[in-house]
């Protein structure tokens, strides 16, 4: 059996490189995905690569410049199919034979768009995203980014939107009829981040602000797995990163230290083939 | 009796609709790319809107796609509609730029098809395809 580890990050427009290194190096990292990352890919890639050429850049085909993803495999195995300013669509072939599609994404932000705006763009990028699945016949497909929702937000729950549900066996049933229209589920397992039974965080997104409602921490980051994939998904290995293995990414009161390195706290998880 | 006919006359919009554009200029890329690159409208309805994707394509990189912008517009009116797209290369806003009329929409695709952002993606699709 072989073993994907993914990491994504939205590292808020700092060069984070040291971060970044120490992370893929002590978690193994195969695939990385950025969003806002300001540093050039050579730079990064040079930096990765101290021990030697172990992973390839960016696929040079791909115009979204609002995401990064760095291999360990080369770059013609993970083509890029469709993108736009703010998603890249990807075709993922395994040396094993095995193939996927990836979705890396970064959704509007709260600051700049309405409930209202974000759950219409909802609709929009699933749309887009099921188009592509049927286009390529193909339904085995990870979703992950900054969707600047939480996994609750009508966006990501709705039918017409992401569909997204908390319960793997849900998903498993894979798809459920409304109003004659079929709409299939994407298994969203970042439910299960909330909270601070065995971390010392509650999400990946830390932001308090003066109104009566106000969660405080936010799961914007996460994963959504369609259901022939779920069997792909290690279920225990879905972690918010809160070290990068020599420093915390924390402050005192272990919220993102957003000063120092990102608002946004990076998202691991491992795929077996 | 003799059964009338009883329905109005219905005036014919003499212009075309934003779809119709759209896919003329999609044609016009081709021709301007000597066919190594075309353009792809993607229709799709959101509540009571009509939602038009306009996509560069690479035939040769696989039907790679690219999406340039969108518009939106009422499914019973074509104007007013928005356009949406991102001016400048790392832009954090999508700018929406409301159109009245089919010159003005017309106006808006020369802006957004001149753009330094489009114009740089048109080029490297291009020419990654003429490498292949």
Same mark, same amino acid.
Request: hydrophobic letters at 35%; aromatic letters at 12%; zero cysteines.
């Given at each position: 059996m072989s073993f994907l580890n993914v990491l994504f990050w939205n590292v808020h427009k700092k060069d984070l490189t040291t971060q970044i290194v120490n992370i893929v190096h002590s978690r193994d990292i195969d695939i990385l995905i950025l969003a806002e990352n300001p540093v050039s890919q050579i730079h990064l890639l040079q930096a990765l690569n101290v021990k030697g050429p172990y992973y390839f850049l960016n696929h040079p085909l791909s115009q979204c410049k609002k995401i990064t993803i760095l291999t360990k495999f080369h770059y013609t195995s993970i083509v890029p199919?469709?993108?736009?300013?703010?998603?890249?669509?990807?075709?993922?072939?395994?040396?094993?034979?095995?193939?996927?599609?990836?979705?890396?994404?970064?959704?509007?932000?709260?600051?700049?768009f309405n409930s209202e705006s974000q759950n219409e763009a909802a609709s929009l990028v699933a749309d887009q995203l099921s188009k592509v699945e049927n286009r390529l016949q193909i339904n085995r497909h990870i979703v992950i980014g900054d969707f600047n929702m939480n996994p609750f937000e009508i966006g990501m729950i709705k039918a017409n939107g992401f569909h997204g549900t908390m319960s793997s066996e849900v998903a498993r049933k894979g798809s459920r009829m409304v109003q004659q229209r079929e709409y299939p589920y994407f298994y969203n397992p970042t439910w299960s981040l909330f909270g601070d039974l065995n971390k010392a965080v509650s999400g990946t997104y830390y932001y308090q602000h003066a109104e009566h409602v106000c969660y405080e921490w936010n799961v914007f980051?996460?994963?959504l797995i369609r259901p022939d994939m779920i069997n792909n998904f290690v279920k225990d290995s879905l972690e918010i990163i809160q070290t990068d293995g020599v420093t915390s990414l924390l402050t005192r009161r272990n919220v993102p230290n957003k000063k120092t390195f990102s608002d946004h706290l990076p998202l691991f998880f491992r795929l077996k083939f | 009796m003799e059964m009338q006919n009883l329905w109005p006359d219905f005036a014919i919009e003499p212009t075309k609709s934003p779809k119709a554009i759209l896919k003329?200029?999609?044609?016009?890329?081709?021709?301007?790319?000597?066919?190594?690159?075309?353009?792809?409208?993607?229709?799709?309805?959101?509540?009571? *809107?009509?939602?038009?994707?306009?996509?560069?394509?690479? @035939?040769?990189? #696989?039907?790679?796609?690219? %999406?340039?912008?969108? $518009?939106?517009?009422?499914?019973? *009116?074509?104007?007013?509609?928005?356009?949406?797209?991102? @001016?400048?290369? #790392?832009?954090?806003?999508? %700018?929406?730029?409301? $159109?009245?009329?089919?010159?003005?929409?017309?106006?808006?695709?020369?802006?957004i098809f001149n753009a330094p952002t489009t114009v740089k993606i048109i080029s490297s699709l291009l020419s990654q395809s003429l490498a292949e």
């Open positions: 199919i469709e993108e736009g300013d703010r998603l890249t669509v990807r075709h993922i072939n395994l040396p094993t034979g095995e193939d996927f599609l990836l979705t890396a994404l970064h959704m509007v932000d709260k600051s700049n980051d996460q994963v | 003329e200029q999609a044609g016009y890329l081709m021709a301007k790319t000597n066919n190594v690159l075309s353009a792809d409208v993607d229709t799709s309805t959101y509540q009571n *809107n009509l939602i038009h994707k306009f996509y560069v394509v690479a @035939p040769a990189m #696989n039907n790679y796609r690219f %999406e340039v912008f969108y $518009i939106v517009h009422k499914i019973i *009116n074509f104007y007013p509609l928005s356009i949406y797209w991102y @001016p400048e290369e #790392n832009d954090p806003y999508k %700018e929406s730029i409301e $159109i009245n009329s089919d010159e003005e929409l017309i106006n808006a695709l020369r802006k």
